[in-house]
């Protein structure tokens, strides 16, 4: 399967109702081929919610929504057994998270007992119900969304959480000229709440997925990448301007994530800048500053950005 046209394609289908957040985009579409989770990061309005919809349309997989409140139960997310008078016997009432593609909207204002629902989910691919297992299917995928400026009445997400997620994606603002181009096609009647009349067609199915896992897992790593991930992961642990630098699964998922970004640009083998094209998103997540490094204005990717610097890529 030749993944760069198929890289193209969902790009060219995205284009159809999301104007901008190319790379938002493609990070997204990273993770869900590597099997990954992302959380998305943005103030309200800058398409998140319509990211994972026109993702789950482009691979023609189901779509379920959690909007996360404080009196969010864990049985909400998950199920629930239920008595059904007429049989005489308990019955499974599946919750939202038995789909492929999850929107967990604005997760941090759950508390953290709703939140751990989402860990076995995430990390297992199964949950728990009155002790008894439930296998989620295939694809699973969990997009959960945050808001970076409003606080009242959150819950942080706990780091265990955190690292559940493969990558951190921040959505910013649209350019000027992308925002007028949002404007012009709300104005001619297109309508996010109606993915439908977009034209938007699937590009893959679920049955192509094994395949493109394999043509992603026989992409060539040459030694020289596992000491530049190793180096860097290294970095982040010895850097003065951090209190927890990365663990050896962000140097995993920066493996896989690498692997998965060289095949979508048609690639045999991993480069470099493959690697340093996943960096941020894996490691934003991960790390934690020093109250010092805040104070002289510095954020995740700004440190990440410095340590990289000073590693030497393999040539």
């Keep these: 399967m030749n993944l760069a046209e198929l890289n193209q394609r969902l790009r060219q289908e995205a284009a159809k109702v999301i104007v901008g957040q190319e790379e938002a985009f493609t990070q997204v579409v990273v993770a869900f081929l590597a099997g990954g989770h992302v959380l998305l990061e943005g103030v309200p309005g800058v398409a998140k919610t319509l990211i994972a919809k026109t993702l789950a349309r482009l691979i023609d997989a189901g779509f379920g929504r959690i909007q996360f409140t404080a009196d969010l139960m864990p049985s909400d997310v998950v199920g629930t057994q239920v008595f059904d008078l007429n049989r005489s016997e308990f019955y499974l009432r599946k919750g939202p998270i038995f789909t492929n593609i999850v929107l967990a909207d604005e997760i941090n204002r759950a508390p953290a007992k709703t939140q751990s629902a989402l860990l076995e ?15 989620l299917d295939d694809p699973f995928m969990v997009l959960a969304t945050q808001n970076p400026v409003e606080y009242e009445g959150t819950y942080p997400l706990p780091e ?37 009349r977009s034209g938007i067609a699937p590009v893959v199915s679920r049955a192509d997925l094994p395949a493109i896992r394999a043509a992603i897992q026989a992409i060539t790593v040459e030694e020289g990448i596992f000491g530049y991930i190793t180096q860097i992961a290294h970095a982040t642990r010895r850097s003065p301007d951090l209190i927890l630098g990365g663990s050896p699964r962000a140097a995993i998922a920066t493996l896989l ?39 002289e204005g510095l954020d995740a990717d700004a440190v990440m950005k410095r340590i990289v610097a000073g590693v030497p890529a393999p040539r």
């Design 160 to 196: 265990a959480q955190l690292d559940r997620f493969l990558f951190k994606v921040v959505i910013g603002y649209p350019s000027d000229a992308q925002e007028r181009e949002i404007l012009r096609r709300y104005h001619t009647g297109f309508d996010a709440h109606q993915l439908d």
């Design 257 to 295: 994530t690498a692997k998965t970004y060289a095949a979508l640009q048609g690639r045999e083998y991993v480069t470099p800048d493959d690697v340093k094209a996943v960096l941020l998103p894996v490691y934003r997540h991960r790390i934690i500053l020093r109250p010092e490094a805040e104070i």
């Design 121 to 135: 989910a995430m990390e297992e691919r199964q949950v728990s119900i009155d002790g008894v297992q439930h296998r």
